[in-house]
């Protein structure tokens, strides 16, 4: 008995040391504590969803169910925590309307909710880096690059949109282009050259950056990826992530392990069903673990 006490004593130090060296022992500790809360009291649960405050207005759940549709896929549970980061998400930010556009809350609401929707996986969901959204009525002039734009996320903390492109990505989701997840993908990136540290990127960083070398060959040929996307390391990634919300199937089926690499990243598979040997997610402070009857196939 003390050898199994002492043996799982070693474990749990080993493990609190692993997450010591991504960043997180404290998220680690917090874990555990929520899990045994949650196996121990039924009514947690719940106690923990009450307390996600603020919370959203009926009338911004309603902006989010008819423009939003992520949001009604979502449990009840989830859709208080989704609530609460976009509210926690907007406590900071400052929105400009360019042009002579008005900005309007609706506007605000959408974009938050993108943000939060791309880092649902992540604790990480604040984007501190970023506190100014300069939103155009459409496409706009740029002098830094001297070339009109869509959009723009630079490492000032400053993201630029151009506002009818942004809601064509949610309103057109066949053509793998969405304008809100390609710019928050360049904020993630520059939030972890900020200082930002999200355990799950880096951890797997070196296997993405492998796979993507094999994607950019195997796609040279293939009109999958739109030609932007090879501009540079950040187009890829933000491409790649376009695709891996609007177009999640199809990646999966070309590029199994960069779709595999992408998921564990972003702790999310919107494709459904991905087999990993090791699947982590904060929502509801729950972690748990996906054992697929095949690992070795996707």
Same mark, same amino acid.
């Given at each position: 008995?003390?050898? &199994?006490?002492?043996?799982?004593?070693?474990?749990?130090?080993?493990?609190?040391?692993?997450?010591? $060296? /991504?960043?997180?022992?404290?998220?680690?500790?917090?874990? %555990?504590?929520? =899990?045994?809360?949650?196996?121990?009291?039924?009514?947690? !649960?719940?106690?923990?969803?009450?307390? %996600?405050?603020? *919370?959203?207005?009926?009338?911004?759940? @309603?902006?989010?169910?008819? !423009?939003?549709?992520?949001?009604?896929?979502? *449990?009840? #549970?989830?859709?208080? =925590?989704?609530?609460? $980061?976009? !509210? $926690?998400?907007?406590?900071?930010? @400052?929105?400009?309307?360019?042009?002579?556009?008005?900005?309007?809350?609706?506007?605000?609401?959408?974009?938050?909710?993108?943000?939060?929707?791309?880092?649902?996986?992540?604790?990480?969901?604040?984007?501190? %880096?970023?506190?100014?959204?300069?939103?155009?009525?459409?496409?706009?002039?740029?002098?830094?690059?001297?070339?009109? /734009?869509?959009?723009?996320?630079? =490492?000032?903390?400053?993201?630029?949109?151009?506002?009818?492109?942004?809601?064509?990505?949610?309103?057109?989701? &066949?053509?793998?282009?969405?304008?809100?997840?390609?710019?928050?993908?360049?904020?993630?990136?520059?939030?972890?050259?900020?200082?930002?540290?999200?355990?799950?990127?880096?951890?797997?960083?070196? #296997?993405?950056?492998?796979?993507?070398?094999?994607?950019?060959?195997?796609?040279?040929? #293939?009109?999958?990826?739109?030609?932007?996307?090879?501009?540079?390391?950040?187009?890829?990634?933000?491409?790649? +992530?376009?695709?891996?919300?609007? @177009?999640? +199937?199809?990646?999966?089926? !070309?590029?199994?392990?960069?779709?595999? %690499?992408?998921?564990?990243?972003?702790?999310?598979?919107?494709?459904? @069903?991905?087999?990993? *040997?090791?699947?982590?997610?904060?929502?509801?402070?729950?972690?748990?673990?996906?054992?697929?009857?095949?690992?070795?196939?996707?």
């Amino acid at each position: 008995m003390g050898f &199994v006490i002492t043996l799982l004593i070693a474990i749990i130090i080993a493990y609190i040391i692993f997450e010591v $060296r /991504m960043g997180s022992p404290i998220l680690f500790i917090l874990d %555990c504590i929520d =899990i045994y809360r949650f196996k121990r009291h039924k009514e947690f !649960k719940y106690t923990y969803l009450n307390q %996600c405050t603020p *919370s959203l207005t009926i009338e911004e759940e @309603n902006v989010l169910k008819q !423009k939003f549709t992520y949001y009604n896929s979502l *449990s009840r #549970d989830k859709q208080l =925590i989704f609530g609460y $980061r976009i !509210k $926690r998400f907007l406590e900071d930010k @400052n929105f400009i309307g360019m042009e002579e556009l008005e900005v309007v809350s609706e506007m605000q609401l959408l974009i938050a909710a993108t943000a939060v929707k791309l880092t649902f996986g992540l604790r990480y969901y604040t984007y501190d %880096c970023f506190h100014t959204f300069r939103i155009y009525p459409s496409q706009f002039y740029s002098r830094l690059v001297n070339s009109y /734009m869509y959009g723009g996320a630079s =490492i000032s903390g400053v993201m630029s949109l151009a506002w009818d492109n942004f809601l064509h990505g949610f309103e057109t989701t &066949v053509d793998n282009i969405n304008l809100g997840f390609h710019e928050f993908a360049h904020a993630l990136i520059i939030s972890q050259q900020n200082d930002v540290t999200i355990p799950s990127f880096k951890l797997y960083t070196a #296997d993405y950056d492998f796979e993507v070398e094999y994607a950019k060959g195997v796609m040279a040929n #293939d009109d999958f990826f739109r030609e932007y996307a090879f501009t540079n390391d950040m187009e890829f990634f933000a491409v790649a +992530v376009e695709h891996f919300f609007e @177009n999640p +199937v199809t990646l999966r089926e !070309k590029l199994p392990n960069l779709y595999l %690499c992408l998921a564990k990243m972003l702790l999310q598979d919107p494709a459904g @069903n991905t087999p990993m *040997s090791r699947y982590r997610t904060s929502l509801n402070g729950k972690m748990w673990v996906l054992r697929p009857q095949d690992e070795n196939t996707l």
